[in-house]
């Protein structure tokens, strides 16, 4: 990666960059030389993330604070900007999820995922964009295929995930006269993650999601965080306002049906 992409003089912070697809974009930027800062509920998984980008990236920061509380996301930002200088890229990716039909959830259940995924979205390109690099600022939101196809037991998160890209339109739209470029990146199935083993527990579930995928495979964290350093870099810089789905075709149909089979099949909301 890093020796497509050279990313040495920019300040890159990626919220919710601890673990799974986020830490993995992190690593990405990391590898291809920017400076890097991630943002986590958990302060030990932030000093663990950190002590990992530490190995290849220039200065690593991390800072534990909840996408849900603005205030802290804040002051997080500004500390970043204050030791990195001016924000060149963000990545936004914190979000929460877990099946429970439509009935099975109580109002908090439903309110905590928007809560994280679209009002933690919100707050993150709210106190972001002051502390940004203009011209020149890329952000990146890390949606998902619910927020395009309705899904059983994920009706919580295919109105925050919708929500997300539409976010991600309307900053395009109104950021653009500053020179920054608002897009989605859509992860598909993608391997080790915590959302695949709850979405598909178990080696059957899991060779069947392979099944409906078109190119047969699972994603990796690779796939997705190369995506992230090119829409990031000069070479997609007349892209802004897209949602690219990186999921081997999974979102062309195989998705959604074999998402609703699974659920429907164990419904318990009767």
Known sequence: MSATFDFSDKAVFVAGGTSGINL????????AGARVAVLSRSQEKVEAAVALLTRSAP?????AADVRDYEAVEEALKSARNEMGDLDILISGAAGNFPAPALGMSPNAFASVVNIDLLGTYHVLRAAYPVMRKPGASIVNISAPQAFLPMAQQMHVCAAKAGVDMITRVGALEWGADGVRVNSVVPGPIEGTEGMARLAPGADAQAAVIRSVPLRRFGTTRDVATCCLWLCSEQASYVSGAIIPVDGGWSLGGAAGLMNAAALAGKSDR
Not at 24 to 31: C, M, T
């Open 24 to 31: 993995g974009i992190a690593r990405a930027f990391a590898d």
């Open 59 to 63: 200065q690593a920061l991390g800072y």
